[in-house]
Every structure is written in structure tokens, then in C-alpha cells.
């Protein structure tokens, strides 16, 4: 099978590492490795010095797979299956979807979320986020206007990326309770999932509220800790884990030996990872208050609720994509434009997870004067 070009990759691709100033990462201020050893109790830390590096259990380390569930009422280790983050899609994709089958999926959104299910041949339609006054809104009641009698799936993502969305609970419930009445596989993607500036507006997870639900989570975003590659799919419908698990003995297989490990450490310490990340996005959505403040005649943004990033508006009279490769070639600076997210408007992602964020700032309201001025 062939599949479209992954935009938002190629761009990292391009941009990630050679770019010295970035404004629109996704993931928290990734830890180093004397930092994750350090929060390690002496058991654990002999754990991982000592450790065999042989294969390791498909499903995933016993120890690991039971921490993720203790994050998550009613749901036990057998219903947890290790993944690589975004394997997570990849297997759910490919193993539950046919072509022919239809696909509600919330749009903007990370481009394999609907582009994988698009390849298999099956009928994608979005239901999209909209830009209001008072900020990203979702809409229920066209929600279940999208919905047929042969839809399969409904795929969402909360807390939103790269809006910054965060529903009621009450609209979350909805949404839940219209996959039940239609009996729809519902693919939840959680990855910035206890990134919640106020935890009250933490909503439950997926699998926590509907059997035929499969929640993807990990360590990459607010954890701070993408370069483990740990992921976890989630789901009390056995049917549903064992296509998953069937098509992971084409991918990965299993999982990484020390990764597993510093895993463990990283969950064992999850209160103060996440409020690690929050402090910083708190910090860096005030620098960037400011900033768009500032210029208010240039940017306009409704700043998220939850999680690691947020969408802005180039409101000047100039075109996003033109702007941001002019700040990457001029500036140094990767500015991550709607197109290549596939959607429209004159947007750009921001990512308010890394720690040098407010000098990345500096130069990028440096250059954006002098091309917009």
C-alpha cells in the first residue's frame, strides 16, 4: 500500500534539527538523561543498569503496561498494549478499518489520524473545529448530523491539536454517547492528556467511559520524554486489542528494553513531570501574551486550555506560508503554517512546551517587523 506524503513530517524533517529557533514544537522541554535517573529510587535505578537487553514482552513490560492503567478508572493491565506513540494510530488504522468503511474524524488534526484510514480506501469526513469569537468551538449537534449507518469510526482528539481545544464534560459525554447509540469504534487520541491548566477541567478518559473505545496515549508530549518512543493503546473491548496486537507483530514487535525502564520511572514521578510542563507552558503563554499584545495589528490568538500548543493568526496582509519560510531561510526561525497541518486559513502552530521559547520570541517578532512592517 502507498501512502501520501506525512507533511507535517517532512517539515520536521527539514526544519527540526537544522533550525536553531523554534516556536511551534509540539512536545514539553524533553528531559535529559541524568534527569529521569535522578527521580529513580535505588531499586529501580539497579533495575535499569542491570537490565538484560534481549527482546522484550510483546504487550509490553508487565510493571509498565499495570502503571498506565493505574492512571485510569476501571481499566487493568489487560487492557493496555505498549506502542510506539504513533504506531498506536498506525496498528489501530490498519488493523480495524476496510476499504468502504466510514470515518468521522475531527479536522484540523495530526494528518495520520484520517490520512492512514483514507489510504485503506475507506470514506473520511471531518468534522471540524472552528475559530470563534470567545475561541476553537466544536459542534456536537453537527456532529451527529455526520454520522450514517455505515459508519465505522469516530476519531477525536482532546486536548486538541493544534488548537488547544478542550470540550465540557458534558460535550464530551455527548460525544461518547453518540458512539455508543451508533455502536461506532471511537478512537480517542489522549496524548496531551494531563496537560490541564486547571485539573477540574480534566476530562475522563475515553476508555473509562465506553467498551468499544481505544484511547492512544504516551510519554511525548507532557511528560517530556518523546525520545523513548512510549506509547499505549487502551481498550476493555477484547476484539478490538487483538487486531491491534496482530498488526504490532508486523511493526515493532516489541518494545525498547531501556525505554520500558525509564518509563516506569517517569510515570512512578507523574505529578511532578506534568506540573514540570505546565509551569513551562504557563510561563511561555505569558511571554507570548505579551508579544501578541504588542502587535495586535499582526497576530490574534485564542490561547488553549489544555496541553502544549495553540494556533495563531497572521492577520497582516501577507500570506502564513510565505511568512514562515522567509522566518526559517531569514531568521532561523521554523514557524509551522496551516497548509502543511492541510488545513486552511492564515494560521500557524504554537508550541508553548519548550524552555527557550521567549529568546525564540525575540527573534521572531524581530523578523516579522521588519517583513510585515
Known amino acids: 500500500m502507498r501512502y501520501p506524503p506525512f507533511e507535517i513530517e517532512r517539515f520536521f524533517m527539514r526544519h527540526e534539527f537544522s533550525a536553531p529557533y523554534a516556536i ?13 535517573l535522578a527521580l529513580a529510587g535505588p531499586e529501580r535505578r539497579e533495575q535499569f543498569e542491570r537490565m538484560w537487553l534481549g527482546y522484550t514482552e510483546s504487550l509490553g513490560h508487565p510493571e509498565l503496561r499495570a502503571a498506565i492503567a493505574g492512571m485510569h478508572a ?20 490498519t488493523g480495524l478499518l476496510n476499504a468502504g468503511d466510514h470515518v468521522v474524524a475531527i479536522h484540523p488534526a495530526f494528518q495520520s489520524l484520517y490520512e492512514l484510514a483514507r489510504s ?15 475561541g476553537w468551538t466544536i459542534d456536537i449537534d453537527e456532529l451527529e448530523t455526520l454520522i450514517r449507518p455505515d459508519t465505522k469510526m469516530l476519531i477525536v482528539n482532546f486536548p486538541h491539536n493544534p488548537s488547544g481545544l478542550l470540550p465540557t464534560r458534558a460535550d464530551f459525554e455527548r460525544i461518547v454517547e453518540l458512539a455508543r447509540r451508533h455502536n461506532l469504534i471511537l478512537y480517542s487520541d489522549e496524548i496531551y492528556r494531563f496537560a490541564e491548566y486547571d485539573p477540574a477541567a480534566r476530562l475522563p478518559s475515553a476508555c473509562e467511559l465506553y467498551e468499544r473505545s481505544l484511547v492512544l496515549g504516551g510519554l511525548s508530549k507532557c511528560f517530556g520524554l518523546p525520545g523513548l518512543r512510549v506509547g499505549w493503546l487502551i ?25 520500558e525502564i525509564l518509563a516506569l520511572i517517569a510515570l512512578e514521578n507523574a505529578e511532578a513531570l506534568i506540573a514540570r510542563c505546565i509551569d513551562i507552558v504557563q510561563s511561555n503563554i505569558e511571554v507570548t501574551r505579551s508579544m501578541i499584545d504588542r502587535h495586535s495589528d499582526l497576530f490574534r490568538i485564542h490561547f488553549p486550555r489544555a496541553g502544549t500548543v495553540g494556533l495563531a493568526e497572521l492577520t497582516a496582509d501577507a500570506g502564513v506560508s510565505d511568512f514562515a519560510q522567509a522566518a526559517v531561510e531569514g531568521a532561523g526561525v521554523m514557524v509551522l503554517p496551516a497548509k502543511v497541518m492541510q488545513f486552511e486559513g492564515n494560521y500557524f502552530r504554537m508550541g508553548f512546551g519548550r524552555r527557550d521559547l521567549p529568546h525564540a ?12 512592517r
Open 74 to 93: 476501571g481499566i487493568d493491565a489487560g487492557h493496555v498494549l505498549e506502542v510506539v506513540p504513533e504506531e498506536g494510530i498506525f496498528v489501530a488504522m
Open 361 to 372: 520570541l525575540e527573534v521572531f517578532e524581530s523578523f516579522a517587523l521588519d517583513y510585515l
Open 235 to 259: 481498550t476493555r473491548d477484547a476484539e478490538l486489542m487483538r487486531a491491534c496486537q496482530d498488526v504490532k507483530s508486523y511493526t515493532t514487535i516489541c518494545g525498547s528494553a531501556p525505554s
Open 24 to 36: 511551534s514544537a509540539s512536545d514539553c522541554e524533553p528531559l535529559t538523561m541524568d534527569e529521569i
Open 120 to 134: 485503506s480506501g475507506c470514506e473520511v469526513t471531518f468534522w471540524r473545529a472552528r475559530d470563534g469569537d470567545d
